[in-house]
């Protein structure tokens, strides 16, 4: 980790002082244990203050519409690099004002699930190879890594970023066989127990759209529960107002979701919302072998007419 913080900030330093870039977004150390934050450099003299560590979990791609008049330099997992082929795809950037320092990722540690092992509140945590150390007042605890990974991280096969101007390691080998092992659970439990699952967990929601404000594909100006005329779904926290608001969102990402989890990783609720997401994703890679993000300008399937291919289709 501290080679690859080191190359960051080696890299930063340069574009700033070349002034190839306006700004930086990476990194820095957060003000709680396993936490980093999102942090935006704009000048070389700040360039120390980045870092890389295994709570770097956000998806940085979030806050590239929002610099679009502005050259940036992006730190990018494989999930933010697919995030930024999808929108590029979608124009809502341009390539050419974007320089990524792609990092290959080794998986975030779920700081929600290391809190809850741990016995007491904790004060501090480090890193140490491939294990998690964490203290409190009375204990330490170590922890592997690959027991604390996120499970979006956990069943990753797109770690190594996908598009990049610079690899700032050298790509990591593929530790997941099924991008998909917790929507095969989910589709194992009968229509009955999946739609009370899914009326369980969306009735704990409190419509903060914190997940739709972490989601680098979540990008309309005028949201769909913001609407107002007409108003297409319920406003309220009734079951049919907190139900409608979790399908459209999954719908709305449909072939667009790059599988980061940031959105769960948002909510406060601790709402289970990746299943969703990646139920839809799963369909659409084995209906239309599509993932998304992978190829520049290759459009998602529910976004592309294709007359010649399904002439039935048009009745
Ligand atoms: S989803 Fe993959 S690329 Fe993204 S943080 Fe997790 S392991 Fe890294
Ligand atoms: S829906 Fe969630 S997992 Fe999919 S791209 Fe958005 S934040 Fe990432
Ligand atoms: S972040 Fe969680 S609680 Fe907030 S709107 Fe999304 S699902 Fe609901």
């Known amino acids: 980790m501290q080679e690859l913080t080191e190359a960051i900030q080696r890299e930063a330093r340069r574009l700033l002082e070349a002034g190839e870039v306006d700004v930086v977004i990476g990194f820095t150390k957060g003000t709680l244990p396993l936490r980093a934050a999102p942090f935006f450099v704009r000048k070389a003299a700040d360039v120390e ?3 890389w560590n295994s709570f770097c979990e956000n ?16 730190v990018a997992k494989g999930c933010d690099s697919r995030s930024i082929v999808a929108l590029i795809t979608e124009h809502q950037l341009e390539r050419e004002k ?3 320092l792609g990092i290959p990722c080794r998986g975030m540690v779920d700081r929600r699930i290391v809190a809850r092992r ?6 501090a945590a480090r890193e140490e190879g491939e294990e998690v150390i964490v203290e409190g007042e009375s204990f330490s605890l170590r922890m592997p890594r690959s027991e604390v990974l996120y499970r979006s991280c956990a069943a990753c096969v797109h770690p190594n970023p996908v598009l990049y101007d610079v690899l700032l390691a050298e790509p990591v080998a593929i530790w ?6 917790y929507v095969r659970e989910m589709e194992r439990k009968s229509p009955a127990e999946r739609a009370a699952y899914f009326a369980s967990e969306a009735e704990r929601c409190i419509r903060c759209y914190a997940c739709r404000q972490a ?10 529960v913001d609407h107002t005329t007409p108003r297409w779904i319920e ?11 979790q399908i459209g969102r999954a719908y709305h990402l449909t072939g667009r979701c790059v599988d980061c989890g940031a959105c769960e990783r948002a909510c406060p609720m601790e709402i289970d919302l990746v299943y969703l997401n990646g139920k839809l994703n799963k369909d659409v890679r084995e209906l239309y072998g599509f993932e998304t993000g992978l190829v520049v ?13 399904d002439p039935d289709f048009t009745g």
């Open 215 to 224: 989601c680098p594909m979540c990008y309309c100006e005028e949201c769909f």
């Open 98 to 100: 974007i320089y990524i």
């Open 59 to 74: 998806n940085l791609a979030r806050y590239l519409r929002g610099l679009r008049n502005k050259k940036v330099a992006i």
């Open 297 to 309: 300008g290759e459009l998602p399937p529910l976004a592309v007419f294709r007359p010649d291919k």
């Open 118 to 123: 741990a016995p007491g509140e904790v004060l």
């Open 176 to 181: 997941s066989e099924d991008p998909y092992v």
């Open 49 to 51: 203050r980045l870092i």
């Open 235 to 245: 406003s309220g926290a009734t079951p049919a107002g907190l139900q409608g608001w």
